[in-house]
């Protein structure tokens, strides 16, 4: 039981330190392909968690990168992500980047488009909301930002 706590450990370390390597501009096409062949193994292995991890890492970068395009790809083909999470910081922080992508993406559209996405993002934006009503507020600075954008 050890060792396998030991390699999810140090599959989400790789993770991390792979995103960082690609925010820092340090070998973005190998970072692309770890990240990418982690998330086929989780998939293959059925492993949720860990696909949800790394598309948080993606999202992560997409975001910091504004590729809002990208990022409502990942964001669409990833699905509920936050079933998978292992902590609440990590649901919290997926779903913030959510609604921001969700926004920015209703910002270029036109038309039906937009009022779908903009319909996403109000969704989400609600959960957060219930969150902050709940108690919890480390998530009031995030809806701070979203009324703004």
Same mark, same amino acid.
């Given at each position: ?31 692309? @392909?770890? &990240?990418? #062949? ?5 998939? #293959? ?28 790809? &990942? ?15 990590? #649901? ?20 039906? @488009?937009?009022?779908?996405? @903009? ?23 995030? &809806? ?6």
């Amino acid at each position: 039981m050890t060792q396998l706590k030991q390699e999810e450990n140090k599959l989400k370390i790789t993770i991390l330190l792979t995103a960082v390597k690609k925010l820092r501009g340090i070998d973005a096409e190998a970072g692309d @392909k770890i &990240l990418d #062949s982690i998330l086929a193994t989780a998939a #293959s292995n059925e492993n949720f968690s860990q696909s949800a991890v790394v598309n948080l890492m993606k999202l992560e970068v997409f975001v910091f990168y504004q590729k809002w395009k990208e990022a409502i790809d &990942l964001v669409r083909k990833a699905g509920n992500v936050r079933l998978f999470l292992s902590c609440f910081f990590s #649901s919290v922080r997926y779903t913030f980047l959510e609604a921001l992508t969700y926004l920015k993406a209703a910002q270029s559209a036109s038309g039906w @488009k937009k009022r779908q996405m @903009k319909k996403c993002a109000l969704q989400t934006i609600q959960l957060i909301r219930g969150w902050a009503k709940s108690g919890n507020v480390n998530v009031v600075h995030y &809806l701070y930002i979203l009324d703004a954008e």
